[in-house]
T-cell receptor
Framework: AQTVTQSQPEMSVQEAETVTLSCTYDTSESDYYLFWYKQPPSRQMILVIR??????QNATENRFSVNFQKAAKSFSLKISDSQLGDAAMYFC?????????????FGGGTRLMVKP | DAGVTQSPTHLIKTRGQQVTLRCSPI?????VSWYQQVLGQGPQFIFQYYEKEERGRGNFPDRFSARQFPNYSSELNVNALLLGDSALYLC????????????????FGPGTRLTVL
């Protein structure tokens, strides 16, 4: 079974600074997707960024980028130029690429606080 | 375009009762998945339905059941409620299934907060 672990229950960052959230996962599969989701107080889960395991290049979406280390099974999220609106719960998630339907396996989450 | 909608927003039940939660996917989406998110934890997969058939089931007891209707909306039913069923129930929709490896982004609804007393 796949597991996803987020070892940082809470993180804090000053507005306009950079912060990195950590995630490790365990799988015997070689082909999969990794995701970072944001869940603000409104509760709606929003996709931040996606990484395909077969791609060596790290994904980037505007201020958000990942550091994907497949051999180490590590997948961290870097938020640059942090904004007050970035404050939320962040969840790392895993999904097999084949024969998994749409099943996502989530980590326990990291609460990000942004200080003005 | 409307996103994924869920009803009701909040629900309070007592132990032993039964509850039905509803989800309407984004127009054109044929797959619906359900997740349970206990307070302070990440969501856990319960079910996936695609074209009205169950395509995946998580590690949940038989008290949990679901179905998908011809218009692709879905209901999640939980019987014999326990205190531990108190959680946020999230519904997610996507265009299709991913059995062949194609990527289908899942879009989440705002959830239904269930409290069992």
């Amino acid at each position: 079974a796949q597991t996803v672990t987020q070892s940082q229950p809470e993180m804090s960052v000053q507005e306009a600074e950079t912060v990195t959230l950590s995630c490790t996962y365990d799988t015997s599969e070689s082909d999969y997707y990794l995701f970072w989701y944001k869940q603000p107080p409104s509760r709606q889960m929003i996709l931040v960024i996606r990484q395909e395991a077969y791609k060596q290049q790290n994904a980037t979406e505007n201020r958000f980028s990942v550091n994907f280390q497949k051999a180490a099974k590590s997948f961290s999220l870097k938020i640059s130029d942090s904004q007050l609106g970035d404050a939320a719960m962040y969840f790392c998630a895993y999904r097999r690429r084949f024969n998994a339907g749409n099943m996502l396996t989530f980590g326990g989450g990291t609460r990000l606080m942004v200080k003005p | 375009d409307a996103g994924v909608t869920q009803s009701p927003t909040h629900l309070i039940k007592t132990r032993g009762q039964q509850v039905t939660l509803r989800c309407s996917p984004i127009s054109g989406h044929k797959s619906v998945s359900w997740y349970q998110q206990v307070l302070g934890q990440g969501p856990q997969f319960i079910f996936q339905y695609y074209e009205k058939e169950e395509r995946g089931r998580g590690n949940f007891p038989d008290r949990f059941s679901a179905r998908q209707f011809p218009n692709y909306s879905s209901e999640l039913n939980v019987n014999a409620l326990l205190l531990g069923d108190s959680a946020l129930y999230l519904c997610a929709s996507s265009l299709g299934n991913t059995a062949v490896g194609d990527y289908n982004e899942q879009f989440f609804g705002p959830g239904t907060r269930l409290t069992v007393l």
